[in-house]
């Protein structure tokens, strides 16, 4: 029996878990001979029929090196997205509540022993100032961000997420908050899940089992399985909707996506319903962290694309986040073959929103970000370049999440009423925030997108709805 606990925080039992990541297995897989042109376009045909693929099938895609073979595994990818989730791009925003952690995990810009961060949590006050400064921007989507503290506790959590939801400035308003935010128990999953979260994230970081007990020493993180099992008692207390993750740099990337095809699996033979959001974020630099700036095992840009590739092909239905980690050219190319939403516009010192400091940001911060992009800016580019920005809400607040989100997602009917809920929501942000450039840019997206439908009741349903948002009507949807 393995038991740890620290006070503020769940007591940690694993007794009788076992990883379901077979590490034998993946590192054979990658040895296999690589797939020839044939057999790479039969794992994609199949992915194209909407099914998820199995390891060995996404295995080929990943060790593939013949130039020829990875354009047509980025082209089925390009397919596949725009099959299932039409030109819709959702934007949502990171908000970090808290620094403070008692991890001292080595790459990690927040571990316990890094000196030179200042540790800050902010204040209720501080906290709407930030909800505040975002929703003048026209944000609708948040994920708050929490260091893993005895002071971020489950009560604190949800306390935070209702003070989100509840902070309202004329049309602004916040309509979900996802969280990222240390392992909890079952009964810790139930406190927050009563305060209304969307999804719960948390990242394994590595599932490579050595690399992760070498890079993580101390503190609660240092327990690999009770990370790897905290979707597990996330959906046994109800919360459907879990966003999983893998740290790019520590270890092969081709194992940590594999890795998560397999807790991809583990989730849908138990629950029934894989994970909502799969992330893959790069090692970014980090405040005096010298591993951050120089990973033991670095995907380049082009192996990382064809990573993403390979990831949407094997996860048809999953949606697919890439931040402002990533500088904007490889954002730019990736959300043609299978990104599904990015953020905006960001900042991720504490309190960096309300009160803009390079500096204080600088020292407040988990990492560096590369894409600085204002939210204005990103819609009018992902309008001119063919997407719809979205901040749609409508399937979360719909009960539309978990198993019953897969049986509108796998019928192809999220298109149905993604596009139409992305349509109006860039109505709301077209009238009520948008420069005049970006405005122009919305609303012939907008047009564009409506030319695409073909006429029907539906269609005519949808223009009234958009007169009325037009005319001032907030908050419509599918």
């Not at 054979?28 to 039969?42: G, T």
């Not at 595994?73 to 403070?100: D, H, M, S, T, W």
């Not at 700036?293 to 890439?322: H, Q, W």
């Not at 063919?386 to 198993?403: D, K, M, Q």
Request: net charge neutral; aromatic share 10%; glycine share 6%.
């Amino acid at each position: 029996m393995e038991t740890k606990s620290c006070k503020g925080l769940p007591q940690i039992n694993t007794e009788g878990l076992k990883s379901f990541i077979p590490e034998s297995e993946i590192e054979q897989l990658l040895k296999k001979p690589l797939a020839d042109k044939a057999q790479i376009r039969d794992i994609i045909a199949k992915s194209l029929s909407k099914q998820r693929l199995d390891p060995p099938e996404m295995a080929a895609l990943l060790t593939a090196q013949d130039a020829d073979i990875i354009a047509e595994i980025k082209a089925g990818a390009e397919q596949l997205k725009k099959n299932i989730y039409g030109n819709r791009i959702v934007l949502f925003a990171p908000l970090y509540v808290g620094n403070k952690c008692i991890n001292d995990c080595t790459y990690c810009g927040y571990r316990s022993s890094n000196q030179s961060l200042e540790r800050k949590t902010l204040s209720k006050t501080e906290l709407l100032d930030e909800v505040k400064a975002l929703e003048a921007k026209g944000h609708k989507r948040l994920i708050l961000v929490f260091g893993e503290h005895p002071d971020y506790n489950p009560s604190f959590i949800a306390d935070t997420v209702r003070s989100v939801y509840a902070t309202k400035v004329r049309r602004g308003e916040i309509r979900r908050v996802n969280i990222n935010a240390a392992p909890l128990d079952i009964e810790g999953f139930r406190t927050v899940k009563a305060a209304g979260i969307g999804t719960y994230q948390i990242f394994q970081e590595t599932y490579h089992r050595p690399t992760y007990e070498k890079y993580h020493p101390k503190g609660l993180k240092a327990d690999y399985l009770w990370r790897l099992y905290a979707f597990d008692r996330a959906m046994e207390a109800g919360i459907d909707d879990v966003g999983m993750g893998a740290l790019i740099g520590l270890y092969d990337y081709r194992f940590e996506a594999l890795a998560m095809l397999y807790h991809t699996i583990h989730l849908e033979q138990k629950f029934g319903v894989g994970p909502h959001t799969i992330s893959f974020p790069r090692m970014e630099p980090a405040l005096d962290t010298s591993l951050a700036s120089n990973p033991p095992c670095p995907a380049s840009d082009d192996e990382f694309t064809k990573m993403i590739a390979a990831i949407r092909l094997a996860v048809p239905y999953t949606g697919m986040i890439l931040t402002a980690r990533e500088p904007v050219e490889i954002r730019n190319q990736a959300i043609n073959f299978g990104i599904s939403q990015i953020d905006a516009g960001s900042s991720i010192g504490i309190g960096a929103y309300a009160e803009s400091n390079d500096e204080t940001e600088r020292k407040r911060s988990q990492f560096e970000l590369s894409d600085r992009r204002s939210l204005d800016t990103v819609i009018g580019e992902l309008c001119e370049h063919g997407f719809i920005p979205s901040f749609c809400t409508g399937c979360y607040r719909l009960g539309r999440t978990g198993e019953h989100f897969m049986e509108f997602a796998i019928p192809g009917f999220v298109q149905k009423f993604c596009t139409p809920n992305a349509i109006l929501t860039l109505t709301e942000y077209a009238e009520d925030y948008a420069s005049a450039e970006t405005k122009r840019k919305c609303m012939a997206a907008i047009e564009r997108e409506m030319q695409a439908m073909p006429e029907s009741d539906f269609k005519n349903y949808l223009r009234r709805k958009l007169r009325k948002t037009q005319s001032g009507k907030r908050d419509l949807y599918f």
